[in-house]
């Protein structure tokens, strides 16, 4: 992963755009476990749902580091 990414002449941070694909992500992922009723045995959702955008959003991390 490197520090920043330049998109029209913009440097933004990489953590920025992780974040935003972590988002969308989350979303679909959330409206999947909805559907499948998973939410049914979950007492806290939004509890839920901030742990599941965490590991996206750590596994796109892991995903795009540099290869060692």
């Known amino acids: 992963?490197?520090?920043?990414?330049?998109?029209?002449?913009?440097?933004?941070?990489?953590?920025?755009?992780?974040?935003?694909?972590?988002?969308?992500?989350?979303?679909?992922?959330?409206?999947?476990?909805?559907f499948a009723g998973v939410y049914r045995a979950v007492t806290y959702r939004p509890l839920v749902d901030l742990a599941l955008f965490i590991l996206i959003l750590g596994l796109l991390a892991l995903l795009t580091g540099p290869s060692a």
């Open 1 to 34: 992963m490197t520090g920043e990414i330049s998109i029209g002449g913009v440097y933004l941070p990489t953590l920025l755009l992780l974040a935003v694909a972590a988002v969308v992500l989350t979303g679909v992922t959330t409206r999947l476990l909805a």
